[in-house]
Nanobody, 119 residues
Framework: QVQLVESGGGLVQAGGSLRLSCAAS????????MAWFRQAPGREREFVAA????????YYANSVKGRFTISRDNAKNMVYLQMNSLKPEDTAVYYC????????????WGQGTQVTVSS
C-alpha cells in the first residue's frame, strides 16, 4: 500500500499563488504515476494534473494549463502542485492520488487539502 498526505492548502486572493505538496510513503517503489484531482462543492471530482514517476511525463487539464505546474522529487517521494494566477473557480478540496500502472485506476488517495480563492 501507499500512504499519501497533502499539505499547503489555504485561503488566497484571486491572482495569487499556492504550492501544494504530497508526501508518499509505504510501497513507493510500486508507483507508476501521481496525480492531483480536485472536488468543488456540489461537483464531481475532476482531474487536474499528473506526472509519471520514472519518465516525468506530464499531463494537465485544460482548465489549469499554463497556470499550474506539477513536479516531483523522487528522492523525497514528494509531488508538488504550483498554482499561479488562481481564480475563484479553482476553489476545491485538492487530492493527491497514485496508481501502479498506466492502465490501473488511481487506487491510493490522500485526505485532501482545502484551497479557497476569494474574489
Amino acid at each position: 500500500q501507499v500512504q499519501l498526505v497533502e499539505s499547503g492548502g489555504g485561503l488566497v486572493q484571486a491572482g495569487g499563488s499556492l504550492r501544494l505538496s504530497c508526501a508518499a510513503s509505504g510501497r513507493t517503489s510500486s508507483i507508476y504515476s501521481m496525480a492531483w484531482f480536485r472536488q468543488a462543492p456540489g461537483r464531481e471530482r475532476e482531474f487536474v494534473a499528473a506526472i509519471t514517476w520514472s519518465g516525468g511525463n506530464i499531463y494537465y487539464a485544460n482548465s489549469v494549463k499554463g497556470r499550474f505546474t506539477i513536479s516531483r522529487d523522487n528522492a523525497k517521494n514528494m509531488v508538488y502542485l504550483q498554482m499561479n494566477s488562481l481564480k475563484p473557480e479553482d476553489t476545491a478540496v485538492y487530492y493527491c492520488a497514485t496508481r501502479q500502472a498506466a492502465t490501473d485506476p488511481y487506487r491510493y488517495w490522500g485526505q485532501g487539502t482545502q484551497v479557497t480563492v476569494s474574489s
